[in-house]
């Protein structure tokens, strides 16, 4: 769970906080979320659909989506009166906050294996 926040003001957030130029909405940019599903990378429409179709998530935040299936299915619901948003952040913005993380060395580590003490 997130503090309560618009699709909107959540895309902006994921902008800030990845340093990402741009970002794009499917769905009620207005929809309330507080429940944030997120699929980083390139998981497919089927796993992305099956995530808003368990009911619990206002939002899903991924790394790319197939146009003709997850932000079709996101823009039909919303035709029918769901709430729900799609914030599409680009593969790689996904994925490179984490492998950043991943690879960054623990504190006190030699960061340059040339110049160990």
Not at 21 to 45: E, H, N, Q, Y
Not at 71 to 81: K, L, M, P, S, T
Not at 82 to 102: D, F, P, Y
């Amino acid at each position: 769970m997130v503090p309560p926040q618009s699709a909107k003001q959540l895309a902006v957030y994921c902008k800030e906080r990845l340093n990402i130029r741009t970002v794009r909405i499917a769905g009620d940019i207005d929809t309330p979320c507080s429940r944030v599903g997120v699929l980083a990378g390139a998981w497919g429409g089927r796993a992305q659909i099956e995530l808003f179709q368990r009911g619990d998530i206002d939002a899903l935040i991924c790394g790319e989506t197939q146009e003709w299936e997850t932000c079709e299915y996101v823009r039909d619901a919303v035709a029918i009166g769901q709430r729900k948003a799609l914030i599409v952040l680009c593969h790689t913005n996904s994925e490179e906050a984490g492998m950043v993380r991943r690879m960054a060395p623990p504190p006190g580590a030699c960061r340059d294996p040339h110049n160990a003490p």
